[in-house]
């Protein structure tokens, strides 16, 4: 007689598993993924497994345990999200009209990108910056978990079938010149100009488990958040609050807030609808 199948008890194990693969992990490489939203784990867990061909997460565990290679193929399904350049084109509009204006007071600007995945953030904000005579004064510091990704960022090299909807996206977002000028086309790849990004810094820094390392007049941090669970928020919620020099600014993505956050009462609105906050306090 078959055994019947119960789904409660196999949701219950997978848990399991997947709380001691997070847990060796961080033990073996110091990667924390601990408190990351539970589904988007999921998600890419069962990716990562469908592509090591493994029909269970303690399967995966011991390849990823024993096999630095299966690390960072999977350290890449966890860390790499969707990004474009000048992705949500309204955003760096308002960037341009009410952050910008604030950072000419300084004589002196630093910006965080936290998580700034495969570069294409870093590369808007650069040509942004130098489009508004900023980028001498200016220094950029590009952070993500994975340095398979920072390397990749770091050489500015991006798909040249991209280039039609990166333009669009520019144009829209204020350009005011022609994106063509910003890099050349070699082969499939669009390789941008060296000169954008000799004030940058790139750095590997993991938000669940590493501190604030300077005073930042803007913390660039969108999209990445709503892979956290609410715990996690908090803590990168208070770590940008420290990194945060007063009149400092927080960028957001759109479906993220610092509303019950711990330091909500020390933010006020630039822009709501583009989840743009300056510190006040």
């Keep these: 007689m078959a055994v019947p199948v119960d789904r409660g008890a196999e949701q219950d194990l997978e848990a399991l598993e997947i709380e001691l693969l997070l847990e060796g992990i961080f033990r073996r490489y110091g990667f924390d993924f601990r408190e990351y939203a539970p589904a988007s784990l999921r998600r890419r867990l069962r990716r990562r497994m469908d592509g090591e061909r493994v029909r269970t997460v303690s399967a995966l565990q011991a390849r990823v345990l024993h096999d630095p290679v299966v690390m960072e193929r999977l350290l890449l399904d966890l860390s790499v999200n969707v990004t474009a350049m000048f992705r949500d084109p309204s955003f760096f509009l308002a960037f341009r009209s009410k952050v910008v204006p604030l950072l000419r007071t300084y004589p002196y600007t630093r910006v965080w990108v936290a998580g700034c995945s495969t570069g294409e953030e870093v590369y808007s904000l650069a040509i942004l910056l130098a489009e508004e005579g900023l980028s001498e004064r200016t220094r950029i510091y590009a952070t993500d978990i994975n340095q398979v990704v920072l390397d990749r960022a770091r050489l500015g090299a991006f798909p040249l079938e991209k280039m039609r909807e990166y333009t669009q996206n520019y144009i829209r977002s204020g350009g005011t010149r022609a994106f063509s000028e910003y890099y050349v086309a070699r082969y ?58 007063v009149f400092g600014v927080l960028a957001l993505g759109q479906k993220e807030s610092i509303r019950f956050s711990p330091h909500e009462g020390a933010f006020e609105e630039l822009d709501e609808s583009e989840k743009l906050f300056r510190k006040v306090r």
Aim: aromatic letters at 14%.
């Design 188 to 245: 499939d790849g669009a390789l941008f100009a060296r000169a954008l990004v000799d004030n940058v810094v790139w750095a590997q820094h993991n938000l669940a488990s590493d501190a604030g390392f300077n005073e930042f007049n803007v913390v660039s941090c969108r999209n990445v958040m709503i892979y956290f669970d609410k715990p996690l928020q908090e803590h990168v919620h208070t770590l940008f609050y420290e990194s945060l020099a």
